[in-house]
């Protein structure tokens, strides 16, 4: 375990002799890592606060994981539409169907739930009927909450202590899941008026 530390300290050091560099190679692993929607993002996102700060290291995860996610999203619809067309059209027209109203703030809505896999997410949203710009969007939007709370945590990892007693738990605290469920009230109530 102490070999992490160390392994930890000196991408440190090469980070803040090398800013610019790290964050491209930084952001070059991460892009791919989300590109494949793998687990253990939140690792990633910790990172990026720890190396860069908060708002640096938000920038640059949120942005591959926008990236990273819309490359997915976009081969899963290229899989389904061009080898299962009959499986794409029927769940496609369902979705569309029940969210046609209001697609965006569901997409916004989905990606602030925490617990499902990026993966299952972007799986999923692949099978809706919606442009690009708003995929990108609603991703920007919706992981915004998480994304910029766990790069604040990794930032205030300054010393080697404060990582060896750091758990998930610091993170996700109920404030946090509080303040995801007003927000996802709120698009709710929006939604509800968009109908009317």
Same mark, same amino acid.
Do not use: H
């Given at each position: 375990?102490?070999?992490? #530390?160390?392994?930890?300290?000196?991408?440190?050091?090469?980070?803040?002799?090398?800013?610019?560099?790290?964050?491209? &190679?930084?952001?070059?692993?991460?892009?791919? *890592? +989300?590109?494949?929607?793998?687990?253990?993002?939140?690792?990633?996102?910790? #990172?990026?606060?720890?190396?860069?700060?908060?708002? &640096?290291?938000?920038?640059?995860?949120? /942005?591959?994981?926008?990236?990273?996610?819309?490359?997915?999203?976009?081969?899963?619809?290229?899989?389904?539409?061009?080898?299962?067309?009959?499986?794409?059209?029927?769940?496609?027209?369902?979705?569309?169907? *029940?969210?046609?109203?209001?697609?965006?703030?569901? /997409?916004?809505?989905?990606?602030?739930?925490?617990?499902?896999?990026?993966?299952?997410?972007?799986?999923?949203?692949?099978? &809706?009927?919606?442009?690009?710009? +708003?995929?990108?969007?609603?991703?920007?939007?919706? /992981?915004?909450? &998480?994304? #910029?709370? $766990?790069?604040?945590?990794?930032? !205030?990892?300054? $010393?080697?202590?404060?990582?060896? +007693?750091? !758990?998930?738990?610091?993170? /996700?605290?109920?404030?946090?899941?509080?303040?995801?469920?007003?927000?996802?009230?709120?698009?709710?109530? !929006?939604?509800?008026?968009? !109908?009317?």
């Amino acid at each position: 375990m102490d070999q992490i #530390f160390i392994i930890i300290n000196l991408i440190s050091s090469a980070t803040e002799n090398n800013f610019w560099l790290a964050i491209l &190679v930084f952001a070059s692993i991460s892009l791919i *890592y +989300n590109s494949f929607c793998l687990p253990g993002n939140m690792l990633f996102i910790l #990172f990026s606060g720890f190396l860069f700060g908060t708002y &640096v290291g938000y920038l640059i995860s949120i /942005l591959t994981i926008s990236l990273g996610s819309f490359n997915f999203f976009l081969i899963s619809k290229f899989v389904f539409y061009n080898f299962f067309p009959s499986f794409y059209k029927k769940y496609t027209f369902k979705i569309d169907s *029940y969210i046609k109203n209001s697609k965006f703030e569901f /997409l916004v809505i989905i990606r602030m739930i925490p617990g499902p896999p990026l993966m299952l997410q972007n799986f999923l949203l692949s099978l &809706v009927n919606v442009s690009k710009l +708003n995929f990108l969007f609603s991703t920007l939007l919706g /992981l915004t909450p &998480v994304t #910029f709370i $766990t790069s604040f945590f990794g930032s !205030k990892l300054k $010393t080697i202590t404060e990582i060896k +007693n750091f !758990k998930i738990n610091d993170v /996700l605290t109920i404030d946090f899941f509080i303040f995801i469920l007003i927000i996802i009230l709120l698009i709710f109530v !929006k939604i509800y008026f968009k !109908k009317k």
